[in-house]
């Protein structure tokens, strides 16, 4: 059977958003119907249930550190007063250098042990698995929306729809934990630069620049009431531009490692060219500069392990067929600075990359634009 785009999917019942409606005044209704949008959620697959394995990388948006200082650490770095710095991150996109400063969010917290604490948060992997749920979200049919004239995507959802796609990826969340989640990506602002200071029209945001979610009674009377979010702005630009590639969604959510998900992102992104028998090599330097996940460790060693680690996670998850090291580099007293990784691709990988590409070389054509 060959490759084709399957219709979409009837609305689920229990916990289904369905906009007749504007939600809110974010939007109008012909934003849940723009054709630009419809690019988005069309997904090269044979069947629906290849359809709902699959969403979408954003190209620079998920290049960005923006999760990587887990709880812990950050319980560990906050103030007396329960404040945490600004923080800088630094991280290379094709070629060029960036800078993203994240401001964290101040929230006051109402329950818990720590009921009455105002804390300032920024967004870890918990909040990285929640905009993923949702951007997956956002690709069904009747809660994305993308509007060309406010410049404006996101999604319409119910917190009992959000929780019950985090549940069935395998990270089940409760209700307090998810609007912890949605208020912390609402108030954290992002702002990226390039190093050298030039102008890429990258504004300052926070990761949900706009949200409207159902008061807590409402909730508590009926857990389908409708919330709705919109996305970073570079989301909405990718969306515009068709600068994402569909993945095998399913199968990062299923990994049980953040910087596992991190490299299978990156692999989506970049390995665009994997065929039977072709490499991928990455440098242990280049994961560590560009998912700051590996900040933490005092030895280097430490740190390779790590990475180690997630490639084995990766391979037994079918991802990729083998990972061998390559060469090292060594410093003084054979200090251990680098290392080289070479993959090979899973014929599955393989596959998927080749959808891929023939998905976004067909949606560039039905726009108009050049692949």
Not at 67 to 74: G, M, W
Request: proline share 4%.
């Amino acid at each position: 059977m060959s490759e084709q785009e399957a219709p979409r999917p009837a609305p689920r019942n229990r916990g289904q958003v369905v906009v007749r409606k504007s939600p809110t005044r974010l939007v109008g209704d012909d934003a849940f119907q723009s054709p630009q949008l419809s690019l988005f959620q069309n997904f090269l697959v044979n069947t629906e249930e290849e359809r709902d394995k699959l969403s979408n990388t954003i190209a620079l948006w998920d290049s960005i550190p923006r999760y990587s200082i887990s709880r812990n650490l950050q319980n560990r770095m906050r103030s007396a007063h329960g404040t945490l710095e600004i923080l800088k991150l630094g991280f290379r996109h094709h070629q060029v250098d960036y800078l993203a400063t994240i401001t964290p969010a101040r929230i006051e917290i109402n329950e818990g042990p720590d009921k009455g604490k105002t804390m300032d948060f920024y967004p870890s992997a918990s909040e990285e698995l929640v905009e993923d749920a949702l951007r997956k979200m956002a690709a069904d049919q009747q809660q994305g929306f993308f509007d060309k004239k406010g410049y404006v995507s996101g999604v319409a959802f119910s917190l009992y729809q959000l929780r019950e796609e985090l549940a069935r990826r395998g990270h089940a969340r409760s209700y307090r934990e998810i609007q912890l989640s949605l208020e912390i990506l609402h108030k954290t602002n992002i702002e990226i630069t390039t190093s050298n200071g030039r102008d890429e029209h990258l504004r300052s945001s926070t990761y949900f620049p706009s949200m409207a979610t159902a008061r807590r009674k409402d909730i508590e009377a009926d857990p389908s009431a409708r919330c709705v979010v919109q996305f970073h702005p570079l989301v909405t630009r990718a969306i515009d531009a068709l600068t994402y590639r569909q993945f095998n969604y399913h199968q990062l959510m299923s990994h049980r490692n953040q910087l596992s998900r991190w490299i299978h992102k990156q692999l989506v992104m970049k390995f665009t060219f994997a065929a039977l028998g072709t490499e991928f090599k990455m440098m242990f330097s280049t994961i560590k500069r560009d998912s700051a996940l590996l900040t933490g460790y005092k030895e280097t060693r430490q740190a390779v392990v790590a990475v180690v680690e997630a490639f084995e996670e990766l391979t037994k998850a079918g991802l990729l067929m083998k990972v061998e090291k390559g060469h090292e580099v060594r410093g003084a007293r054979n200090k251990l600075e680098d290392v080289e990784f070479v993959l090979t691709p899973s014929h599955t990988f393989v596959r998927e990359v080749k959808a891929a590409n023939k998905r976004h070389k067909d949606a560039n054509e039905e726009a108009g634009s050049p692949a």
